[in-house]
């Protein structure tokens, strides 16, 4: 029997740009399922699967609610999740002073509220405006979470190039705050826990996913290089001093011990000469009279 759904979803998405909605069952084999899922705004027409995945666009900025309903036998589930959309965005992992992970109990209502706690200490280290700031935790442990900056709409509207300006400006102001420790919170009384910037790249302007093969073509590349250089080095083998010989010297040793020995030719002529003579010298003092005096 089904007991438990979890969708699936980006906190944040580019506008316009596919993304993948999963829904994971527990237990994961409860039979047929159906899939109803009403993406975006629009809860007049859902959309019916019998997948636990789906792909979707949203066209216009701005929050977006995703709801799935699954259906198992008898049982009936439902979760839903809110996706930012928007034009432009740049985003980083934050990490956490080991003391957090403790207190984590790994629920979606505890992710929420120290998301909250988390943004506000950002935002008073750091003077972002709140409605140019999120901030999710991720579920699992180590406890990790991830802020998203978004472009004063004010300032950048239309303006692609003021956007990425504008957004580099206030990544550095929040990673230099995050490298002096200067985010803290208290999580309960006598637990202070410490924010850091995660060692890793900071996430693209907008959906770079097409340049994600970069690395297959340079592993597609090396294959090719090898190949060439196995085909140019079988093509002039013989062409290499000292090779050519040796190898006709082996093929020589291989084709003597592989034929059979023929014993006539073996024996050399001289042997074969004083062989016939003893036997002539043998017929000669045998056919002699024996004289008896």
Known sequence: ??????????????????????????????????????????????VITLEGSIACTFSREGINTVTVQVSAGNTILQDRKTIAVHEYFQSHLLAFSSNLD????DVAEWRLDVSRVIKNSLIQATGVREDQLLV?????LPTAAEFFLLPDKQLTEG???KSSAHLDQLSEVLLSALNQNLVQFTLRPGVQVTVYAAHLSAAPLVDTSENHSGSAMLML??????????????????????L????????????EMMSPANPTEATPSS????????????????SRPIEVK
């Open 244 to 255: 050519n010989v040796y190898a006709q010297m082996q093929n020589e040793k291989e084709q």
């Open 271 to 286: 042997q074969r000469d004083l062989v016939h003579s003893l036997e002539i010298l043998d017929t000669e003092f045998n």
């Open 136 to 140: 999710t935790v991720l579920p699992g």
């Open 1 to 46: 029997q089904l007991e438990y759904i979890h969708l699936s979803a980006p906190f944040v998405a580019v506008r316009n740009k596919e993304v993948n909605l999963t829904a994971v069952l527990w237990p994961s084999q409860v039979g047929t399922v159906t899939y109803i899922w009403w993406i975006g705004n629009n809860t007049e027409q859902p």
């Open 221 to 242: 590349l090396s294959v090719v290089v090898v190949g060439l250089a196995v085909f140019v080095i079988y093509k002039f083998k013989r062409k290499i001093p000292g």
């Open 102 to 105: 403790d207190h984590n109990p």
């Open 159 to 161: 303006k692609p190039e």
